[in-house]
């Protein structure tokens, strides 16, 4: 059987030859004692892979009758996902508002969301406004007067929208978060088994996200990067379906050859055009609210916009293009970046509507009247006054992020991130025994804390399977590897360019979904390709179970820590398994 890559490196030099005259030599001379070569597989499959199937023999062993097996098979591909999903969702929104507390950062971005589904812009609260909150559970009158805010608006739209359906208490806030969080996890396992081409993978991916810590006390606390976090991955998830549609409208109009096998030809690759691509627009959607919630979604709407263009390059390299990269410039790259940039930078503006539509004589948003006030004159006068106010706005934002040094006990320095070195307390309590749900026998006094840290065994696996992804695009050339890392690099290496900024480990939620991907495809590895030995997948299996209930054991184990449940101080010294945990 020849291979398929060497009959496409031929391409250029056979294209014209009958099928019979494109075999080997040697297959050629064997025809004329009736040999016929096996099948190859065409250039289709290269394009748009076909989803692994479960074998036959594990249908046999467990006695389902065939027809019954094809049936679950086809399930499985949106059944697997929405258990996995369901089971996330039953653990995030398992006694949501609890703690009935404002906790960290809540008492920014729960108020302010407030504020901007009411009046359009965020504004200044009483410094007791918390506790007032807390005690009419809500309903306390909000203020008019503008209050100065340093992210955009979108994240906040967002837990306001909780707000509005279930009240502004606790878990109204959390509301959102944790619906967004859920769906995150069924994104993850659809995107997984896209990329994998495997429903198993991809539902192991997304089992990985739901037991892990970090992302289930992101998902259960009003903050903007859990929000940052699913538009990226949606994002993510858009332009994977548009490579893969690409691809398949690239593959249907290659020429097929007299056997019905379609081969590279390279004036289809060179010309074909892909049209708008809906998929790509819809990705440039999502980072643009990627970006109106936290302004480092920049960095990712950067770094997904090259991997497009290389996956674009790809796609027409394999279709048989003699200048792939000519023809992504001179036929995808125009639209490429139209469905990107201006959608993004569109988006964004639009997120502002409500500060641009408040009132420009002192009682709108925040600084909207500074072009007819401080900012008169210069030479922009001939832009729109709330453009120039807003730039101005943004300005005084980045000149606050970039300086922003104040020391905070939670501060961490990203070398520290991937091995989770210094999570954040988001609430501690020490109950006496009998109070709070501190057990009457414990003894002495109890803990109660919500701590934002990643499930420890996943995270420090994850060190691993990042070497291995690393591994596979470098060295094998593995695109899927190259997507992961790219996704890993663009939540992760612009924060060692402020090492000096006063920054957390939460933020790395960004770029867990893509971690949990590197882990799922080393776990395939380590249960290794079909082809292997019963013997070898066997204990390959065995191996990646063992060390997934690990994982799951670890998240139960974790569990009070990430819910605020009230332990006994020895039981929360004895989770405390780093100094720096403290």
């Known amino acids: 059987m020849t291979s398929t890559a060497s009959s496409m490196d031929s391409t250029d030099t056979r294209q014209g030859q009958a099928p019979h005259e494109q075999r080997p030599a040697w297959q050629q001379r064997l025809r004329r004692f009736g040999y016929e070569a096996g099948p190859t597989s065409d250039v289709r499959e290269r394009l748009v892979p076909s989803y692994t199937r479960p074998s036959g023999r594990l249908w046999a062993v467990l006695g389902v009758p065939p027809t019954l097996a094809d049936r679950v098979t086809r399930w499985s591909a949106w059944g697997g996902p929405l258990l ?91 509301f959102m978060t944790a619906l967004l969080g859920t769906a995150s996890v069924l994104m993850l396992c659809r995107i997984g088994r896209r990329l994998f081409r495997s429903t198993f993978l991809g539902c192991l991916a997304g089992a990985l996200m739901a037991v892990d810590g970090l992302h289930f006390v992101m998902s259960r606390t009003a903050l903007l990067d859990g929000v940052l976090m699913f538009f990226v991955l949606a994002a993510f998830g858009c332009l994977l379906i548009d490579r893969d549609r690409a691809r398949a409208r690239l593959a249907a109009a290659l020429p097929a050859d007299a056997d019905g096998r379609v081969r590279p030809d390279a004036h289809t690759a060179d010309t074909t055009r892909l049209g708008l691509r809906p998929w790509r627009w819809a990705a440039g959607l999502m980072l643009g609210l990627a970006i109106g919630t936290k302004w480092n979604g920049l960095y990712v709407l950067a ?68 072009a007819a006030t401080d900012g008169k004159g210069g030479n922009w006068t001939f832009l729109p006054d709330w453009l120039r ?61 919500v701590l934002a840290i990643g499930t420890p065994l996943l995270w420090w696996v994850a060190c691993f399977a990042l070497l291995y992804v690393l591994w596979r ?66 204990a390959g299996a065995t191996g990646a179970g063992v060390l997934v209930l690990l994982i799951a054991w670890n998240f139960v184990y974790f569990w009070p820590i990430y819910t605020g449940t009230a332990i006994p101080i020895d039981d929360w010294r004895a989770r405390m398994w780093l100094d720096t945990w403290v």
């Open 84 to 174: 996995v999903t369901l089971l996330a969702g039953v653990l995030r929104f398992w006694n949501l508002g609890s703690p009935k507390a404002v906790i960290f950062d809540e008492t920014y971005y729960a108020k302010d969301a407030w504020g901007l589904v009411h009046r359009g812009f965020e504004v200044n609260w009483d410094k007791k406004a918390n506790d007032l909150i807390l005690a009419t559970n809500g309903h306390v009158p909000i203020p008019t007067d503008a209050s100065y805010v340093v992210h955009p608006p979108v994240g906040k739209y967002v837990i306001g929208l909780g707000e509005l359906l279930f009240g502004f208490d606790p878990f109204g806030w959390r």
């Open 303 to 370: 770094a997904f916009c090259v991997m497009a263009v290389l996956w674009d390059a790809g796609s027409r390299k394999v279709a048989g293009a003699r200048h792939p990269y000519a023809a992504v410039l001179r036929l995808d790259t125009g639209l490429a970046f139209l469905a990107t940039v201006p959608v993004a930078l569109v988006t964004y503006l639009a997120s502002w509507t409500g500060w641009i539509l408040s009132p420009t004589d002192g009682t709108g948003g925040y600084l909207r009247n500074w």
């Open 389 to 449: 106010s807003l730039w101005h706005y943004e300005h005084q934002v980045y000149e606050f992020h970039v300086g922003l040094s104040s020391p905070h006990t939670y501060q961490s320095n990203p070398w520290s991130w991937i091995v989770a070195g210094r999570p954040v307390s988001y609430f501690y309590e020490s109950p006496a025994p009998g109070k709070d749900g501190c057990p009457v026998d414990a003894g002495e006094k109890c803990a109660r804390e």
């Open 473 to 538: 695009w470098l060295f094998r050339r593995d695109w899927r590897a190259g997507a992961i890392a790219c996704g890993i690099a663009a939540g992760y290496l612009p924060w060692f360019l402020y090492q000096e900024r006063t920054i957390f480990y939460f933020y790395a939620v960004v770029f867990l979904p893509f971690l949990c991907l590197a882990v799922a495809m080393l776990l395939g590895a380590v249960i290794g390709p079909p082809r292997s030995t019963d013997t070898r997948r066997v």
